[in-house]
């Protein structure tokens, strides 16, 4: 989830506190602030992930998702925090230690579920290559990305999870799926797989323009959709949920945070993935042991 942090316990400019957060309250008994970082539920852990990582100044998503996907700490390896797309010298890198890369070498099978519309596609064709670690790393592994038709056969989902996105602002003829239909769409994927990735970005978006007529209605979709994933997970299955830095905690600011980014583990494994988490680059290998 792109964008998100742990914040203050405020009621006017808290997401997650103005609207409610049934996946908080009900599973973990609160919502999380500040004051209260570290939560359990049955099986379930929230808790605090560093994204500054020992660099002063604002986290961004470049430097934020390579330590993410890599398992290294990129805004000290150059210096700074940089983004929203990855620094030039940062790039080899992500091409040789990104995680689907990883576990495509142990002979995994790897799925990265978001489709995207026609028009990423004839920006990438155009030969631009300003892209995002996620796309950066699948497109250097060789991956296909999904795009509309796959939405259509079930097989990915939108990054705004009910496709609501890509039919009343770019005309695709989908049909507006529930959330709770998403979630177990991202289930039945996952089972399929070692390693499935789901990347929601609208939160890191909102928390930017904080656009009031869809504050309330994406809080409530991703809301509904985190709760029926962590209560109707396979018990052989393990849910992580990371972001790269704060955003959409905070929306009395239009810029990230220096909050802590929310880390979720639930299912097989999420207390001690949960213990391993502190920073950002702990995620990778915190994931790949579970494969030793």
């Not at 539920?41 to 020992?54: H, I, K, Q, T, Y």
């Not at 996907?69 to 230690?97: D, M, Q, R, W």
């Not at 704060?246 to 001690?272: C, R, V, W, Y």
């Amino acid at each position: 989830m792109d964008g998100v942090g742990i914040g203050k316990k405020d009621y006017e400019y808290n997401p997650f506190f103005k609207y409610g957060f049934k996946t908080f309250s009900e599973i973990f008994g609160e919502i999380p602030h500040l004051d209260k970082q570290k939560l359990k539920g049955n099986n379930s852990f929230l808790f605090p992930v560093d994204a500054s990582m020992g660099i002063p100044d604002i986290p961004l998503s470049g430097t934020g998702q390579t330590s993410i996907f890599c398992g290294i700490n990129a805004p000290k390896l150059i210096g700074k925090h940089f983004g929203p797309y990855p620094y030039s010298t940062l790039v080899p890198i992500i091409k040789e230690k990104n995680i689907f890369r990883s576990f495509m070498e142990r002979e995994k099978k790897v799925s990265f579920v978001n489709a995207y519309p026609k028009q990423f596609f004839d920006y990438v064709n155009s030969g631009r290559r300003r892209l995002s670690v996620t796309t950066l790393s699948c497109i250097m592994n060789g991956m296909r990305l999904n795009n509309i038709s796959d939405i259509h056969k079930g097989k990915a989902l939108s990054a705004d999870i009910n496709n609501r996105h890509f039919v009343e602002r770019m005309n695709y003829k989908l049909k507006i799926i529930k959330a709770e239909t998403a979630a177990d769409r991202l289930i039945q994927i996952g089972s399929k797989n070692h390693f499935t990735l789901f990347e929601i970005f609208h939160t890191d978006h909102l928390g930017h323009g904080r656009n009031s007529e869809w504050l309330e209605y994406t809080t409530g979709i991703l809301d509904r959709f985190l709760f029926h994933m962590i209560t109707n997970l396979k018990k052989d299955m393990t849910l992580v949920v990371c972001s790269d830095h704060g955003n959409f905690e905070d929306l009395s600011i239009k810029m990230h945070t220096l909050n802590p980014a929310i880390g979720i583990t639930a299912g097989k494994n999420a207390e001690q993935l949960s213990k391993k988490i502190k920073k950002l680059y702990d995620i990778k290998p915190a994931i790949m042991e579970m494969y030793d």
